[in-house]
T-cell receptor, first 118, second 113 residues
Framework: EAGVAQSPRYKIIEKRQSVAFWCNPI?????LYWYQQILGQGPKLLIQ????????DSQLPKDRFSAERLKGVDSTLKIQPAKLEDSAVYLC????????????????FGPGTRLTVT | DQQVKQNSPSLSVQEGRISILNCDYT??????FLWYKKYPAEGPTFLIS?????DKNEDGRFTVFLNKSAKHLSLHIVPSQPGDSAVYFC????????????FGKGTHLIIQP
């Protein structure tokens, strides 16, 4: 079974530029998450989708970050304009489905995109 | 305000011995807990989980213990192997596990030969 795919793996941009990340979850996984992991910290949830609807975006800086999940499969996360403090690894995760059973709640992570803003 | 705390940034254990990683949480709404393992340049890999209705869950060499009254959980690895050297993250969720995860800062486990 293929895992969560993310691209690009690395990105370097200057501040005030824009950037987009792409995620393809595990086939059949209805729930998709984006996390931000700053160096030395644990991942922090940015947004959670259930199919193509947003479940939780309370920690997403909406003045510069946006995310969408069209057709309930792939997702993109965009930053515009980027700031120095956005330098981090952006992780995408997916899980089978919420509220189905305990074994469905485990989240499976992609390799992440390392963003450096200079 | 850190809701999930891993107070040991690193831990060194001899191969073959037991590794014990600790985690504390403050949010009483958390009812599902997970441990993830992370190698450099890779995403976190799910290890083991436990719901708040249990106090222990075992999977091979890995056992997670949950003490709800103390808001504390621990991961035991027995016996420790060189391949276990990695960063271990404790994570918690509410809503029975359906919500997004809140992570600790991680503990770097080093298994010495």
């Amino acid at each position: 079974e293929a895992g969560v795919a993310q691209s690009p793996r690395y990105k370097i941009i200057e501040k005030r530029q824009s950037v987009a990340f792409w995620c393809n979850p595990i086939s059949g996984h209805a729930t998709l998450y984006w996390y931000q992991q700053i160096l030395g910290q644990g991942p922090k949830l940015l947004i959670q989708f259930q199919n193509n609807g947003v479940v939780d975006d309370s920690q997403l800086p909406k003045d510069r970050f946006s995310a969408e999940r069209l057709k309930g499969v792939d997702s993109t996360l965009k930053i515009q304009p980027a700031k120095l403090e956005d330098s981090a690894v952006y992780l995408c995760a997916s899980s089978l489905m919420a509220h189905v059973g305990r074994s469905s709640y485990e989240q499976y992570f992609g390799p992440g995109t390392r963003l450096t803003v200079t | 305000d850190q809701q999930v705390k891993q107070n040991s940034p690193s831990l060194s254990v001899q191969e073959g011995r037991i590794s014990i990683l600790n985690c504390d949480y403050t949010n009483s709404m958390f009812d599902y807990f997970l441990w993830y393992k992370k190698y450099p340049a890779e995403g976190p890999t799910f290890l083991i989980s436990i719901s708040s209705i249990k106090d222990k869950n075992e999977d091979g060499r890995f056992t997670v213990f949950l003490n709800k009254s103390a808001k504390h959980l621990s991961l035991h690895i027995v016996p420790s192997q060189p391949g276990d050297s990695a960063v271990y993250f404790c994570a918690a969720a509410s809503g029975g596990g359906a919500d997004g995860l809140t992570f600790g800062k991680g503990t770097h486990l080093i298994i010495q030969p």
